[in-house]
């Protein structure tokens, strides 16, 4: 997999996360989906931090060209 590829995927699922996180005022949302989404999202930063900054830098660089 190519630094591109990676840092896409890495983008990709920490967007997903967000959006779930973001779902959290929403009316029918789940007060455990909500936590859920927030339990994710930290684990997502603490199982890939270093590398999700690579991945952002790397798309800051490619917006920016």
């Not at 983008?11 to 996360?17: F, P, R």
């Not at 967000?18 to 999202?41: H, I, K, T």
């Amino acid at each position: 997999m190519t630094q591109e590829e990676r840092a896409r995927e890495l983008l990709a699922e920490g967007q997903e996360i967000l959006r779930r996180l973001a779902l959290g005022d929403e009316p029918n949302r789940s007060e455990r989906a909500s936590v859920q989404a927030c339990d994710d999202w930290q684990e997502y930063v603490n199982d890939h931090g270093e590398e999700l900054v690579h991945a952002l830098a790397w798309a800051l660089a490619a917006h920016d060209e």
